[in-house]
């Protein structure tokens, strides 16, 4: 854990950079380098993951100057799979490595929650560049209403396990209330149980953009849950809730039986 400013008993423990459970990954719509600069001083130390959310790495100035400042900053740092998609559509997979070479990238996002991919060819995308970059896919349509069986949500993901990805991202998008959430951003249940009883919770990342979803994950896989999506102005209140100090998680951690007084 990084510093802390005074050592109160009970508090869960949590795991230290370079996490390989317990990931916070942060989503960049497209910050300045000022800002990301801010940014990692606040809590740089509480985040493994940016991505560098949909499109944005493609028009956002200086981008190269701001992914050098999180790698040196220990952080690993990916273009959103809606990029990846946009080079699959166009036919220009090549292009796709070219242009996160140059930017110095050794993550990568594969997803087809805007396309239509045979998911044959979309594990056999994983197991390329599974090579070269460490792999992150994500499982679920950003539509709206697209029922995906859950059966067919662990067959996917552990398949592209299998292929060679690091982990898998349960869809959400950045608002919280599709794929594993309902409509009103309350968590699918029964699909998540039906997930975690065939796939691994430590190889999941959970998109949880909401604080009532960051709650719900941590009730029920403990403080070093993988939670994905997280707005940077979130991570320290995030991180309060990983070791309850804040409200809705104050009980979780503490002895059994400890009351209110």
């Not at 299998?162 to 594993?180: L, M, Q």
Request: contains cysteine; aromatic residues 10%.
């Amino acid at each position: 854990m990084g510093t802390m400013n005074f050592k109160l008993p009970h508090l869960p423990e949590r795991t230290s950079q370079p996490r390989k459970n317990g990931v916070t990954m942060v989503m960049d719509k497209g910050l300045g380098t000022k800002q990301a600069e801010m940014f990692v001083d606040a809590c740089g130390e509480f985040v493994d993951l940016v991505k560098l959310g949909f499109g944005t790495s493609i028009i956002t100035g200086k981008v190269a100057d701001k992914i050098k400042l999180y790698k040196d900053a220990g952080l690993k740092v990916y273009v959103g799979g809606t990029l990846f998609e946009a080079f699959i559509i166009r036919k220009k997979f090549d292009d796709y490595m070219k242009f996160i070479d140059k930017l110095k990238l050794d993550h990568a996002e594969v997803s087809d929650g805007s396309i239509v991919m045979p998911h044959d060819e979309k594990c056999e995308y994983i197991h390329k560049l599974s090579k070269n970059y460490t792999v992150l896919s994500e499982v679920g349509s950003k539509e709206e209403g697209i029922i995906i069986h859950p059966n067919k949500w662990t067959s996917m993901m552990l398949s592209e396990l299998e292929a060679g990805s690091w982990k898998v991202i349960a869809e959400a998008r950045e608002s919280g209330n599709v794929g594993i959430y309902h409509r009103n951003g309350s968590p699918h249940t029964m699909l998540m149980n039906k997930i975690i009883s065939k796939v691994k919770p430590e190889n999941i990342l959970w998109e949880a953009p909401q604080k009532s979803q960051q709650v719900w994950f941590i009730k029920q896989f403990g403080a070093n849950v993988n939670l994905g999506n997280i707005a940077f102005e979130e991570v320290i209140p995030l991180e309060t809730l990983r070791l309850g100090l804040r409200g809705d998680t104050f009980f979780t951690f503490l002895p059994q039986g400890t009351k209110a007084e």
